[in-house]
């Protein structure tokens, strides 16, 4: 067989291109095909979910402190916080988190006849289709098999494409660690059968947490009676948290 | 066989950039990396898992606090406060569980209170509120006395006041009337209040 260097060069170079692409689609498409592997709702794995009761939130931001405590979450950041929305007749809408409710609210400064006055509890959503996991480039955030939304701070390079993509401002990137940190419904604390910190002390009860594959879950009750509706559902995120007595001003 | 050394000699090299390939890569990937489930968002260390698990607990729980204090079985089943955890009020138990003798910081303040108690529009109703705290003693007093001889010896205690102001430098704290752990109406007398006043 007659070949010259460059008519080489060029096969081998294909075959190379060829039969690395060969390899990529072989090893990613199964994935690519599947949806969420996460197991079925009615088996003994747990899925977990997370119910804020907006109607019975005092606002006392025991959450936020019990969150930090627990989470060594520096000071300026937030896994969770608390927003007061405030009503006006004119219809204005405003809303303030001083110090991300940490210290409960101070009277509202906001003059006139208030219409309408809730507080809101905001935390990581834990989406079942999540914007964050899908743009990270090196793979240091990902879902758990109970479906908790989680960073690997090992293997986090700070570059905040999740911050970014997250819709409902969850992340921030942590000062001391430089990395990724939001919310991860206290894995720690459930894993060992115990409660989020933010649940556990919330004197209201305005947080639920639980395993939605438990009879027996307050979460099922709750699915059950109240109107409950997620924040942003047309994106298309599928939170798993949910909020009941949700208004239309909170986004 | 020589001309197509250079053949050889192209192939020897592709061999060790691959082979230095795939041994750079194995030393920096992680051993447990790998798809864990949907390629999307299970593409993960699997140690981190682990590691996420083994971050000790500081808030531990009500029943761990009921464990060695029989409150919670005998004080807090009745009252308002009769479902909120230990550590809402409390402070969190990781430091006195490790060592009793580190005891939890008791917050008796004002503040404390008033962060589920003061008034806010944003509260719901159901939530008992406090929006003048002069006023709300004032009431309490006024409301709270219905024997004509405890009346009347209030009437002159406050009549020996110079101004309302003394009373409340006198009367900080809520729980120097209201039980925390079992609130409700509040057993306040008059030689509780002069016990109070007069220190």
């Known amino acids: 067989m007659d070949i010259d260097r460059r008519q080489f060069l060029k096969q081998a170079g294909c075959t190379l291109l060829g039969g690395g692409v060969f390899i990529s689609i072989g090893?990613?498409?199964?994935?690519?095909?599947?949806?969420?592997?996460?197991?079925?709702?009615?088996?003994?794995?747990?899925?977990?979910?997370?119910?804020?009761?907006?109607?019975?939130?005092?606002?006392?931001?025991?959450?936020?402190?019990?969150?930090?405590?627990?989470?060594?979450?520096?000071?300026?950041?937030?896994?969770?916080?608390?927003?007061?929305?405030?009503?006006?007749?004119?219809?204005?809408?405003?809303?303030?988190?001083?110090?991300?409710?940490?210290?409960?609210?101070?009277?509202?400064?906001?003059?006139?006849?208030?219409?309408?006055?809730?507080?809101?509890?905001?935390?990581c959503n834990h989406c079942a289709r999540p914007n964050c996991v899908q743009v990270c480039p090196v793979g240091a955030t990902y879902v758990s098999p109970e479906g908790v939304v989680l960073v690997d701070e090992q293997h986090c390079v700070g570059c905040s494409y999740c911050v970014q993509a997250c819709p409902y401002g969850a992340r921030f990137i942590n000062p001391v660690k430089k990395t990724a940190d939001k919310c991860t419904w206290c894995y720690h604390r459930v894993k060992r059968g115990l409660t989020p910190a933010c649940v556990l002390v919330c004197p209201a009860k305005a947080r639920l947490f639980g395993n939605l594959n438990d009879p027996d879950s307050p979460l099922i009750k709750i699915f059950t009676k109240e109107r409950v509706n997620v924040l942003k559902p047309d994106l298309g995120n599928e939170p798993r948290t949910s909020y009941v007595g949700l208004a239309e001003e909170v986004r | 066989m020589g001309r197509y050394r250079y053949i050889l000699r192209l192939c020897i090299i592709i061999v060790l950039a691959m082979a230095g390939f795939i041994a750079v890569r194995s030393f920096l990937i992680p051993p447990s990396f790998g798809l864990h489930g949907d390629y999307k968002y299970m593409y993960y260390r699997a140690d981190a898992l682990k590691e996420q698990e083994s971050i000790p607990v500081v808030y531990q729980g009500t029943e761990k606090c009921a464990d060695c204090h029989e409150m919670r079985k005998y004080v807090m089943i009745r009252g308002g406060h009769a479902d909120i955890a230990c550590e809402t009020c409390h402070g969190f138990l990781q430091a006195h569980s490790e060592d009793t003798k580190i005891r939890v910081p008791k917050?008796?303040?004002?503040?404390?209170?008033?962060?589920?108690?003061?008034?806010?529009?944003?509260?719901?109703?159901?939530?008992?509120?406090?929006?003048?705290?002069?006023?709300?003693?004032?009431?309490?007093?006024?409301?709270?006395?219905?024997?004509?001889?405890?009346l009347s010896m209030l009437n002159e205690f406050i009549s020996n006041m110079k101004e309302f102001s003394e009373f409340t430098r006198y009367y900080p704290l809520c729980i120097d009337c209201h039980n925390p752990h079992a609130p409700g109406n509040p057993k306040v007398t008059i030689p509780h209040i002069l016990k109070i006043t007069r220190g």
Do not use: M
Not at chain 1, 96 to 101: Q, R
Not at chain 1, 111 to 118: M, R, V
């Open chain 1, 27 to 123: 090893q990613f498409s199964p994935g690519i095909a599947k949806a969420s592997q996460l197991p079925p709702l009615g088996t003994s794995t747990p899925v977990y979910g997370f119910v804020v009761n907006t109607f019975k939130c005092i606002g006392c931001g025991k959450c936020v402190e019990a969150c930090k405590i627990e989470n060594h979450v520096p000071v300026s950041c937030f896994r969770t916080w608390v927003e007061r929305y405030l009503v006006t007749a004119d219809g204005a809408v405003h809303v303030d988190s001083p110090d991300g409710g940490c210290n409960g609210f101070p009277p509202r400064d906001v003059p006139g006849i208030i219409k309408k006055a809730y507080f809101v509890p905001k935390l």
């Open chain 2, 107 to 150: 917050d008796l303040s004002l503040q404390l209170c008033l962060r589920c108690h003061q008034y806010q529009e944003s509260r719901p109703d159901n939530i008992p509120q406090i929006q003048d705290f002069n006023l709300h003693i004032k009431w309490s007093l006024k409301h709270g006395f219905s024997n004509p001889e405890e």
